[in-house]
């Protein structure tokens, strides 16, 4: 069994003066896993990313039970910042986590107030520049960058800490298609080079039907599905309300296979989902 990069235990939570937002919720994202958190509007989804960074409760707040886990570890007791050190978090509203007038002090900023030398600083930020396809753009003014160059930015900010986990709520809300797959293919880059754990809330699962290897359904702040991308996705199926949000291709997927009892493959491209409805039809004529 591979080893929790987090984990959620019997966990409820509340903010002050609200009902429960989150209820039960137990689950284990796997490290080194890419996870897809998703669920529709409210479900909880927001919140669920703070709790797993630590920013609620021990940050905003509110009424809470159970445990949480960040590389076994609890977060019980331990500063947001200590915790930010092993956990990336990058919100839908990433403009507010820009603090700087330029590329270099942005990255700079979350590293000094980590007690890393000038020297370290210096490198690390050379680095997750690279790592983000904006290299020697340390001394750009944010307001020269463009909003998708902003994004990569922040995700660089994030990457120059070593964080071994790295959360995405909705990352690409702003962003056309191409701004879209572009980014994810980023972060993808970065799983696989790094071992990074990701962790990612998005509404249009298309972009990340390459990429998912976990995938965890939330309504109305309960778990309905936690597993293996290919195990939680039936589950997901047999809720209208959360079909619309699995890929487009396995909506046809799972419909096929409870039309007509079949057992299609892992399509993970147009391409695939092309070859194995071939190697259905062939059989079909044979018989």
């Known amino acids: 069994m591979m080893e929790s990069a987090i984990q959620l235990q019997d966990f409820y939570f509340a903010y002050k003066k609200s009902d429960i937002v989150l209820h039960d919720i137990n689950i284990n994202v796997r490290k080194g896993s890419f996870t897809v958190l998703a669920g ?39 500063r947001v910042s200590d915790i930010a050190m092993r956990v990336g978090f990058i919100m839908e509203d990433y403009e507010s ?24 600083v210096a490198e690390r930020t050379r680095k997750a520049l690279e790592d983000v396809g904006l290299p020697g ?8 960058l463009s909003g998708g160059q902003r994004q990569r930015l922040l995700l660089a900010a994030t990457l120059a800490v070593h964080p ?9 809300s702003a962003m056309d298609p191409d701004g879209a797959i572009s980014l994810y293919k980023l972060v993808y880059d970065i799983h696989k080079a790094y071992g990074t ?18 995938l965890i359904a939330l309504k109305e702040g309960r778990v ?27 909506q046809v997927k799972l419909g096929l296979e409870e039309r007509f009892g079949v057992d299609l493959g892992d399509w993970r491209s147009e391409q695939d989902a092309l070859a194995d409805l071939k190697t259905y039809k062939f059989e079909r004529r044979a018989d």
């Open 40 to 78: 529709p509007s409210g479900a909880g989804k927001t919140t669920l990313c703070k709790a797993m960074t630590g920013i609620v409760p021990y940050y905003m707040g509110g009424r809470y039970s159970g445990d949480v886990k960040v590389l076994g570890e609890s977060t019980r007791g331990r």
């Open 97 to 120: 986590q820009l603090v700087s007038l330029t590329a270099g002090e942005e990255i700079a900023f979350s590293l000094l107030n980590h007690g890393f030398s000038a020297k370290e």
């Open 137 to 144: 753009r340390e001394s750009y003014q944010l307001d020269e």
């Open 164 to 172: 071994e986990i790295i959360v995405l709520d909705e990352p690409v």
């Open 197 to 214: 754990t990701i962790v990612a809330v998005e509404h249009r699962t298309d972009y990340l039907l390459p990429y998912v290897t976990d």
């Open 224 to 250: 309905i599905a936690s597993d293996s991308f290919e195990a939680a996705a039936p589950k997901m199926y047999a809720d209208p309300e959360l079909r619309c949000l699995l890929p487009s291709l396995w």
